[in-house]
């Protein structure tokens, strides 16, 4: 019992000494509307529930976003994400970067987006197959 103790005792130092190491999130304001991405209600539904939070300027940060050490992973989520692809500020892409990543899209839908950790703590933003389907036509790509 006493090893046990020791241990919890430890752990939970361990603990409260991470959340010394907090993070501080982007979060961008007044992102011009004109800039956000335009398509398909139907898309757009999807995408506002299954990649906004990482990949738009509109992230919501649930409660445990500040909690070491998922805050900090989740920082790196979202900044990545959306240096990736940021739906917010779309049309201030080039016709080129916006042709590279819908032919990203058209891949990271068919199993790597949403990133799985995230699915985990948000079921509903699973994708279903027609769903995956109807993105990639949207996309006008194909894999060849
Ligand atoms: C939990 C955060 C998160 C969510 C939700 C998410 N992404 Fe991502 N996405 C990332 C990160 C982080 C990267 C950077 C590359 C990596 O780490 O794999 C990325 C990269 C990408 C890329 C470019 C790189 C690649 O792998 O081709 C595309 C395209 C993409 N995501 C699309 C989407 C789409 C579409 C959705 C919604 C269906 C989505 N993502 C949901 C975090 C996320």
């Given at each position: 019992?006493?090893?046990?103790?020791?241990?919890?005792?430890?752990?939970?130092?361990?603990?409260?000494?991470m959340q010394l190491f907090f993070v501080t999130y982007d979060?961008?304001?007044?992102?011009?509307?004109?800039?956000?991405?335009?398509?398909?209600?139907?898309?757009?539904?999807?995408?506002?529930?299954?990649?906004?939070?990482?990949?738009?300027?509109n992230t919501v940060l649930p409660w445990y976003s500040h909690i070491a050490p998922i805050s900090w992973t989740?920082?790196?989520?979202?900044?990545?994400?959306?240096?990736w692809l940021n739906f917010s500020v779309w049309e201030s892409y080039t016709s080129e970067q916006k042709d590279t990543k819908?032919?990203?899209?058209?891949?990271a839908v068919y199993h790597a987006m949403p990133l799985r950790s995230y699915v985990y703590a948000h079921p509903e933003a699973d994708l279903t197959q027609n769903?995956?389907?109807?993105i990639r036509e949207w996309t006008g790509k194909s894999p060849f």
């Open positions: 019992m006493k090893v046990i103790k020791t241990i919890l005792k430890y752990l939970l130092g361990a603990f409260l000494v979060e961008p304001k007044n992102t011009d509307p004109a800039l956000e991405i335009k398509a398909p209600p139907e898309i757009m539904a999807v995408f506002k529930r299954s990649c906004y939070d990482c990949h738009s300027n989740m920082s790196r989520h979202i900044d990545l994400g959306r240096k819908l032919t990203e899209i058209y891949k769903e995956r389907d109807m």
